[in-house]
């Protein structure tokens, strides 16, 4: 059985926007990122912070079948960067195969 500390981290998220985001780092447990490797978990709530203190943010899974580094839609990377691409929150760590 895989527990959540096995998977590839978030080492660092520049979505300064995020209501999860706590300077540069990502307070949500697990992320998702979509197929254009946008990260889906991302929401810029004025009011609301979210997220859990001391919390160690992990991708929970991947959509973006094409990156070089998926398999079975899980992330096998150590760890991914997220920041502004294409979208205001995507992953940077995407590769293609
Ligand atoms: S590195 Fe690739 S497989 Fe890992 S989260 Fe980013 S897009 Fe998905």
């Known amino acids: 059985m ?6 590839p981290t978030v080492s660092e998220c ?3 926007g995020c209501s999860y985001n706590d300077h540069t ?3 949500a447990p697990a992320i998702t990122i979509g197929q254009q490797s946008a990260c889906v978990t991302f929401i810029p709530l004025a009011t609301v912070k979210g997220g859990m203190d001391k919390v160690v943010s992990h991708i ?12 079975h ?13 294409a979208d ?5 760590t995407y590769a293609a195969r």
Do not use: F, M, W, Y
């Open 2 to 7: 895989i527990e959540l500390r096995e998977l």
């Open 14 to 16: 520049s979505v300064a």
């Open 25 to 27: 780092n990502c307070k």
């Open 60 to 71: 929970g899974a991947c959509q973006r079948a094409e990156c070089a580094h998926n398999s």
């Open 73 to 85: 839609l899980e992330c096998t990377a150590a760890s991914v960067i997220v920041g502004p691409g």
């Open 88 to 92: 205001q929150a995507d992953c940077l």
